[in-house]
């Protein structure tokens, strides 16, 4: 992907990665549907509106629809980024900490959904320092003095 034109590279990424940061990087302006479907512009996906809605019901966010971001709690924002994520059908979810401002039902929510994306085929990158989170890897680098280890 790095030979590719810039513009060719951002819809690699758009159509290939998904990401999920721990500080959630929601448009502000933009509600549920419209963060969700965020992806999409760039990917101009057919079926975005329907699987945004798949997803959004998925995470149980269907009352909060048109709810902007500032009017939802810590876990739903969190759902609905991993709602954006997972909306292109990504092969690789880009995880950045991405329970580490959720209380443990909302973790246990992204987890079992970071989890259930893995077991279908995909692929997840988690950064955490939750040893509850990293346990429930299948596979654990550990970094330390700037060195990655294989874990356990």
Not at 34 to 62: C, K, W, Y
Not at 79 to 94: D, F, G, Q, S, T
Not at 129 to 151: C, I, N, Q, V
């Amino acid at each position: 992907p790095y030979t590719l034109p810039t513009n060719e590279r951002s819809v690699f990424r758009g159509q290939r990665i998904g990401f999920v940061f721990q500080q959630f990087h929601l448009v502000p302006y933009l509600s549920v549907l419209e963060n969700v479907l965020a992806p999409s512009v760039s990917t101009r996906r057919p079926d975005a509106q329907s699987r945004a809605m798949r997803l959004i019901s998925h995470f149980g966010l269907e009352p909060r629809l048109h709810h902007l971001p500032s009017e939802l709690s810590v876990g739903e924002r969190q759902r609905v980024a991993l709602a954006r994520a997972l909306l292109n059908e990504p092969k690789l979810i880009l995880a950045d900490e991405p329970t580490g401002n959720l209380d443990p039902a909302s973790a246990t929510v992204v987890l079992d959904a970071l989890r259930e994306y893995a077991s279908q085929g995909g692929a997840v990158l988690l950064v955490t320092h939750d040893p509850h989170a990293a346990g429930r890897a299948d596979r654990m680098l550990t970094m330390k003095s700037g060195r990655l280890d294989e874990a356990g």
